[in-house]
């Protein structure tokens, strides 16, 4: 009797460990070579993002900071802004007003050089840890590359990027990209810690065909660079296709975060258990 005791609790710690152990849509995973660690699942802000407005700002504060507290309750971590969303202060807000701790999540930020040109770089990181009411930024971004020169025209926005980092001011920095040629070149630039890139499988508001944009993706990948997937949903022209859309970017091997522009949480729910089901699946071989 004690012994078919023992041996049933230990099934059951067995069980409880696999599950334990099991992928899901907010288990931790590297940045790449970064030293961040993300939600597999993150929450964007900048869905149709433009001229310091996007569709979660135009929610409101209060809509805004319920959405953020409820993506943390359900364990995202990683959270994607830019300037040009004009999401910093409605995040900073979410974070006081929702009991959001700072330690516990991820911050990536994008800084547009044709919006901080005045100011420069320096002035521009100064500015957003102001409006996020924070030290540090654990990711920021040159936002929107385009041409294939970026690394030669930026170079000094890189080189004091790189000296924030050795400050601790951020912890890595990176590209968002909306051409195929910027992409390419941000493959192969040393300096690039991470890539927020468009993927999805129907080319939908993507740099260039999947089949074209999946072998930079995984070159970039491979040198360590860590990568974000967005338009995952075709900033929601396919979302009636979005298991399989889900489906196509994790099974890449090169998405290390898939970064949803949520609105609601249904949306948030939805995708939860959706690419749970996928990581099960996965996993169940």
Request: net charge neutral; charged share 25%.
């Amino acid at each position: 009797m004690a012994t078919g005791a023992l041996l049933g609790a230990a099934r059951l710690a067995h069980v409880a460990d696999a599950a334990e152990k099991a992928p899901s849509p907010t288990e931790l995973v590297p940045l790449g070579k970064t030293p961040v660690k993300v939600s597999r699942l993150g929450m964007g802000t900048g869905t149709v993002g433009f001229n310091k407005h996007s569709h979660q700002t135009k929610l409101g504060q209060e809509k805004f900071t319920e959405l953020v507290r409820y993506a943390y309750d359900r364990s995202i971590n990683f959270f994607d802004l830019a300037d040009q969303y004009g999401s910093h202060p409605f995040f900073a807000r979410a974070m006081k007003d929702g009991g959001v701790p700072r330690e516990k999540i991820v911050i990536s930020t994008k800084i547009w050089v044709n919006l901080s040109r005045e100011e420069g770089v320096s002035g521009a990181l100064d500015r957003f840890r102001k409006e996020l009411d924070t030290d540090y930024l654990d990711i920021l971004l040159l936002h929107c590359m385009m041409d294939h020169d970026w690394p030669q025209r930026l170079k000094k926005w890189m080189d004091y990027l790189e000296e924030a980092k050795h400050k601790k001011i951020i912890r890595a920095h990176g590209v968002s990209n909306h051409t195929l040629a910027a992409l390419k070149v941000a493959a192969k630039t040393p300096w690039v810690d991470y890539i927020l890139a468009r993927i999805n499988p129907n080319g939908s508001r993507m740099d260039a065909r999947p089949e074209i944009v999946v072998p930079v993706l995984k070159e970039a990948h491979a040198s360590g660079k860590g990568i974000g997937g967005v338009k995952i949903l075709g900033e929601g022209y396919i979302i009636e296709a979005s298991q399989e859309s889900l489906k196509f970017a994790l099974e890449l091997g090169c998405v290390d975060s898939l970064v949803i522009g949520f609105e609601s949480k249904d949306e948030i729910d939805d995708i939860y258990e959706k690419l749970a089901g996928i990581l099960k699946q996965s996993a169940d071989g």
